[in-house]
């Protein structure tokens, strides 16, 4: 702030030798007069000066406001909990089960050691233990999580031996083993758009978390066998689809990088993901699946110039001959009865579900499914802990593609009342008796809504019994996608056989159709050994 200019105005001394006593006043008030001014004048400016300095100040706070902030995964308030959160996982995962049922006595020593006088209530942590066992057996082992080398080991030993790819691969899955994403707009399900619903961790956090909504995405409409209105549920594509179920669970994946050794990839190797929850009719209806595989594979043996091996797993066997009938069927595939000669070098069945499985029918039965669908420990576990055995059954009869496990053959193949093929010598027990019911009532409903008095007690069952009553337990919609999709009998007439061909309900059961008119294709079934496999089942009153 610029100070005014003032004229100077006094008198000299040696102008006048003395000074009047009115000059001297004169002098006296103008000197006062020009103090005041002057004070005002840096009042004005201090004042000025405080208003730069605060407005210099506003500046730097609106430029440190709209400047970067730390990451809220830095602060401390988010590393202090962080910490104690991993810290306490940390000491569950070291803690033995023993602990568990010590940790009152050492806390009461504790307290008695820093004289702290309070009351313990009595605490029974038998069950905390227990469940902490269950848990910690069903979590992978850190070394499943991480890769060492060894998985390559088997494609190295035939990379050593001279081998190389030849002819192009096709892999099939079996049932659960594709991921399943949702493609669902509806704005309650918006919020897991191209999330997995089935496969990896991200299942197991909306089943724990967004359970109700989980479980009406994975269900299908009971009359149409299709998409609920509003959702919409995909199978994954890509080599990704079925190499593993979550972090830890491989299915396909050391198949797939054993493979890549012996120099496979994306132009030779083709994973054939699919709806596992679909019945066959409806995979070709609503994905055009059997139409998208011929294409793929008259791709790759064009390309190629060989014909394609085809690996499938459980379900995938049954999906399997049920495509080569399609392809052959002059109203759906046109490929007509020499297309698998002409395409299919060797189709490879690693432990096929050809007959269906036992387990499958105890899963329809009571819901307990975690065997049946080959589920990993930690995905059971959710599934056991979070869904009671009524909305399991429930949602595994919803799924048409599961039915396709059915036993086939009745009694001719899975025994009668006093025989099966497979029992033990000198047995008291005959695995032909498929359901056999303890003493004491057991709790059978002629339907899902059925009065809770309706109690029954019915007889031992063999495979044939066993179908027809179960069938009983189900509702109208579920009987009727049954009748129009599958059948599981045992055909004995050539003529009947040739007419099958064009029956699409019996294109899942080897049994009631002819094998394709192919010589030189091979076809190799591929089974484990030394592992117990549920056969028969008894039943008690729950």
């Known amino acids: 702030m610029a100070l005014p200019k003032r004229t100077k105005n006094w008198t000299r001394y040696d102008e006048s030798g003395s000074t009047t006593q009115s000059d001297h006043e004169d002098n006296v008030q103008y000197t006062s007069g020009d103090n005041k001014l002057l004070v005002d004048d840096m009042h004005e400016a201090q004042l000025e000066i405080d208003r730069q300095a605060k407005l210099l100040d506003a500046q730097a706070h609106q430029t440190v406001k709209m400047g970067p902030h730390p990451r809220f995964l830095f602060k401390a308030r988010f590393l202090f909990p962080l910490g104690i959160i991993l810290g306490v996982l940390l000491g569950f995962i070291l803690m033995q089960p023993y602990d568990i049922q010590e940790m009152h006595a050492h806390l009461a020593l504790l307290m008695e050691e820093y004289d702290i006088s309070l009351k313990m209530p009595e605490i029974d942590l038998s069950g905390v233990e227990m469940e902490w066992q269950r848990l910690r057996g069903n979590i992978p082992e850190l070394w499943k999580l991480n890769n060492d080398g060894r998985e390559f080991q088997v494609g190295e030993a035939m990379k050593a031996r001279g081998l190389t790819a030849q002819?192009?691969?096709?892999?099939?899955p079996g049932i659960v083993s594709t991921s399943l994403e949702s493609w669902s707009t509806s704005p309650?399900?918006?919020?897991?758009?191209?999330?997995?619903?089935?496969?990896?961790?991200?299942?197991?956090?909306?089943?724990?978390?967004?359970?109700?909504?989980?479980?009406?995405?994975?269900?299908l409409d009971p009359d149409?066998?299709?998409?609920?209105?509003?959702?919409?549920?995909?199978?994954?594509?890509?080599?990704?689809?079925?190499?593993?179920?979550?972090?830890?669970?491989?299915?396909?994946?050391?198949?797939?990088?054993?493979?890549?050794?012996?120099?496979?990839?994306?132009?030779?190797?083709?994973?054939?993901?699919?709806?596992?929850?679909?019945?066959?009719?409806?995979?070709?209806?609503?994905?055009?699946?059997?139409?998208?595989?011929?294409?793929?594979?008259?791709?790759?043996?064009?390309?190629?110039?060989k014909r394609v091996v085809i690996a499938a797993h459980s379900m995938g066997s049954t999906v399997r001959p049920n495509s080569f009938k399609w392809v052959e069927s002059p109203e759906h595939g046109g490929g007509g009865p020499d297309w698998?000669?002409?395409?299919?070098?060797?189709?490879?069945?690693?432990?096929?579900?050809?007959?269906?499985?036992?387990?499958?029918?105890?899963?329809?039965?009571?819901?307990?499914?975690?065997?049946?669908?080959?589920?990993?420990?930690?995905?059971a576990y959710v599934l056991e802990r979070f869904f009671s055995r009524k909305e399991r059954r429930k949602l595994f009869r919803s799924w048409a593609g599961s039915a396709s496990m059915w036993i086939k053959g009745g009694t001719a193949v899975w025994g009668n009342g006093s025989w099966a093929p497979d029992d033990e010598p000198n047995s008291m027990h005959t695995h032909g008796q498929l359901f056999a019911f303890r003493s004491g009532i057991v709790n059978v409903h002629a339907s899902e809504d059925a009065s809770s008095d309706d109690l029954v007690r019915p007889k031992n069952m063999t495979a044939t019994d066993a179908g027809a009553w179960i069938l009983q337990q189900t509702p109208p919609s579920f009987q009727k996608m049954m009748a129009t999709n599958y059948s599981f009998g045992i055909e004995r007439d050539d003529e009947v056989l040739k007419k099958n061909d064009l029956d699409h309900r019996k294109w899942t059961?080897?049994?009631?159709?002819?094998?394709?008119?192919?010589?030189?294709?091979?076809?190799?079934?591929?089974?484990?050994?030394?592992?117990?496999?549920?056969?028969?089942?008894?039943?008690?009153?729950?």
């Open 167 to 172: 002819h192009p691969v096709v892999l099939v």
């Open 224 to 305: 149409t066998g299709l998409d609920p209105l509003g959702i919409k549920i995909r199978a994954a594509e890509g080599m990704s689809a079925a190499s593993n179920f979550m972090r830890g669970y491989w299915i396909w994946a050391k198949i797939i990088e054993n493979l890549a050794t012996v120099n496979y990839d994306t132009n030779n190797l083709y994973l054939a993901p699919y709806d596992w929850r679909l019945s066959m009719w409806n995979l070709e209806e609503r994905d055009g699946y059997f139409s998208r595989l011929k294409a793929t594979i008259e791709g790759l043996k064009k390309r190629q110039k």
């Open 509 to 542: 059961n080897p049994l009631e159709i002819r094998l394709p008119d192919a010589p030189t294709t091979r076809f190799i079934c591929v089974y484990g050994q030394g592992k117990e496999t549920e056969r028969s089942y008894w039943f008690v009153a729950s």
């Open 340 to 379: 698998v000669e002409n395409h299919i070098e060797t189709f490879i069945s690693i432990a096929g579900t050809h007959l269906g499985v036992a387990k499958a029918m105890s899963a329809f039965l009571s819901g307990e499914m975690k065997d049946t669908v080959q589920m990993n420990p930690a995905g």
């Open 188 to 219: 309650e399900y918006r919020a897991f758009f191209r999330e997995k619903l089935w496969g990896g961790f991200n299942m197991i956090s909306q089943v724990m978390f967004n359970r109700d909504k989980w479980i009406a995405a994975m269900m």
